[in-house]
């Protein structure tokens, strides 16, 4: 007998099966002598009790299995020989229409949609590219001495750069305030840790003087009990000390691993990490404007099963990440309905780019899967050994093999895009998230 599928709203649809009482009948008879063998009651020994006290006790959930298992095996059935596209079944129904002969069931399920790669010519895309050089290198460096800076007690007045320790008390209108007060509290002057009134109060003062300093807090300032009004600090200075910066030197170049001191070879070292990060977050921003481009130019349904999951998956990852960064997630309500925008961007893709991929053989190479790997581990002391463990089992190869796949579509989509390529600057790539 034929099955037809019903066309819902969306991607919705509906298929009846039946499963005739007869078959329902003698599975559930079957299932009933096996729970007769192995069930245990009382004033009978084991395996012993009458079929008829088994069925009156176990009968109606026997039924209720055997009903399930057999209509979801003739649902198996259809679609595998109509292949139907099931991406979700979001629910099934029995029906009430009677029927002596046999058990009417109605699959409601989700299929998946029918996509086609559009013309990439059409495309538009901004291509990021950065250069890392000498100036770039010595920045970094310069950072990195900065990182090992001492700091050196002084007998004079405090000037920009210089730490110093102070105690401060803070009131408004005559009244302190919470928060306001701090004993032997360091920082940096001119680094903008402190408000810059706060900050011009300190300069020029030498270890034990004292001075008042007026301070008015911004408006939007974060607490909003002293948001707008003014405070009166009273600032006792303790210690003041100067930066001193490491030479770039031999010793400076072991402190950063490099054994024999050589500064060419720190040079080399540097711009070589440098250039790993630099070209991580280009590939990052690279990829996401890829990403976005297709995605803008594919409209398609989506499975609601499938937003809905990832949406969920999504409130769960934010909640460990909190949990992570000593949050009490407990009784934390973080409704997966706030995700589903983004839930909704990351399905699409993921039912786009398979066919992208497929469709063009931009499958990932061993030999791309090794190289990503390889620079994986060249981050690390002693890389084979990190090599060894990613290959150790194939299902830590996942990641690398998205990442060559993702590399690939991006390369693929830029050959088609018209694109325009913008260069950002060592600070510029370095100050995005990515």
């Known amino acids: 007998m034929s099955v037809t599928v019903e066309t819902l709203e969306n991607l919705e649809r509906k298929v009846v099966v039946s499963v005739s009482w007869l078959a329902i009948n003698e599975a559930t008879d079957k299932e009933l002598k096996k729970t007769q063998k192995r069930v245990k ?11 008829k006290m088994v069925a009156q006790m176990y009968g109606a959930n026997i039924q209720n299995n055997v009903l399930n298992d057999l209509a979801q095996a003739e649902f198996n059935k259809v679609a595998q020989e109509q292949n139907l596209r099931i991406a979700a079944v ?24 029918d996509i086609k790669i559009g013309d ?12 890392v050089g000498d100036k770039e290198v010595d920045n970094t460096i310069e950072i990195l001495r900065k990182q090992r800076t001492r ?8 000037q920009d750069g210089d730490r110093v320790i102070i105690d401060f008390e803070g009131k408004i209108d005559g009244v302190p305030f919470e928060g306001g007060s701090s004993k032997n509290y360091p920082f940096v002057l001119g680094q903008g840790q402190m408000l810059p009134e706060f900050e011009k109060g300190c ?6 003087e004292s001075k008042d ?91 609601k099963a499938f937003v809905q999951d990832e949406a969920q998956r999504l409130a769960e990852e934010m ?29 699409a893709l993921g039912l786009l780019l398979p066919i992208l991929v497929e469709e063009n053989n931009l499958k990932a190479t061993d030999e791309q899967v090794k190289a990503i790997v390889s620079e994986f581990a060249d981050s690390y002391e ?27 579509v991006v390369e693929f989509v830029f050959g088609k895009a018209k694109v325009t390529e913008k260069t950002l600057s060592f600070d510029e790539i370095m100050g995005t998230d990515a």
């Not at 009651?41 to 079929?51: E, N, S």
């Not at 029927?99 to 009417?104: L, M, T, V």
């Not at 060894?388 to 998205?402: E, H």
């Open 319 to 347: 909640k460990q990440q909190f949990e992570q960064q000593g949050l009490d997630v407990k009784n934390f309500d973080l409704p997966a309905d706030m995700f589903t925008e983004r839930a909704q961007e990351r399905v």
């Open 120 to 131: 990439l010519s059409a495309l538009e895309i901004e291509k990021v590219i950065s250069e």
């Open 213 to 303: 300093v007026e301070v008015n807090f911004p408006e939007d300032y974060h607490g909003k009990d002293v948001a707008g009004k003014t405070a009166v600090f009273t600032i006792t200075v303790h210690n003041v000390a100067e930066a001193e910066l490491p030479e770039v030197d031999a010793n400076f170049a072991k402190a950063l691993g490099i054994e024999d001191g050589d500064v060419a070879k720190m040079r080399a070292e540097v711009k070589k990490n440098v250039s790993r990060e630099v070209k991580r977050r280009v590939d990052a921003q690279n990829a996401d404007a890829v990403m976005a481009a297709l995605r803008q130019a594919h409209t398609f349904d989506l499975p």
């Open 203 to 208: 300069l020029g003062l030498k270890e034990g």
């Open 41 to 51: 009651v009382d004033g009978f020994r084991p395996g012993k009790a009458p079929l």
């Open 151 to 158: 700091f050196n007690r002084v007998e004079r007045e405090a």
């Open 382 to 408: 002693d890389s084979q050994e990190v090599i060894d463990w990613y290959f150790a089992d194939p299902s830590r190869l996942a990641g690398p093999t998205n990442l060559a796949v993702e590399a690939n």
């Open 90 to 113: 979001i629910r099934i129904e029995p029906l009430e229409e009677e029927s002596q002969d046999a058990f009417k069931v109605a699959f409601i399920y989700e299929t998946y949609p």
